[in-house]
């Protein structure tokens, strides 16, 4: 079993904040858990291409294998701020 936490509006989507899925192989990669999501929370599908996954205090690539005894975090892009910039600054 490998635990996924979600934040912001993935765990809005998902409707949970820790979702335990079950892994068939002993280290799959982050692309593979992220296939399995697409089936299993079908809501996350449009914002999975986007997220950033980390395990521990590190960031991890699509293609590195996850540690199935530490939760993967997916953590959803981060958009501007609430200022707009002054026009001289474009």
């Given at each position: 079993?490998l635990?996924?936490?979600?934040?912001?509006?993935?765990?809005?989507?998902?409707?949970?904040?820790?979702?335990?899925?079950?892994?068939?192989?002993?280290?799959?990669?982050?692309e593979?858990?992220?296939?399995?999501?697409?089936?299993?929370?079908?809501?996350?599908?449009?914002?999975?291409?986007?997220?950033?996954?980390?395990?521990?205090?590190?960031?991890?690539?699509?293609?590195?294998?996850?540690?199935?005894?530490?939760?993967?975090?997916?953590?959803?892009?981060?958009?501007?701020?609430?200022?707009?910039?002054?026009?001289?600054?474009?």
């Open positions: 079993m635990d996924v936490e979600f934040y912001g509006v993935l765990q809005q989507l998902a409707g949970t904040r820790t979702l335990q899925i079950e892994v068939h192989d002993d280290a799959p990669t982050v593979q858990v992220l296939e399995r999501l697409r089936g299993d929370v079908p809501a996350l599908s449009d914002h999975l291409p986007r997220v950033a996954c980390a395990q521990g205090e590190h960031l991890v690539r699509r293609g590195d294998r996850v540690d199935p005894a530490r939760p993967l975090v997916l953590l959803p892009p981060v958009s501007g701020g609430s200022h707009p910039l002054p026009a001289e600054a474009c």
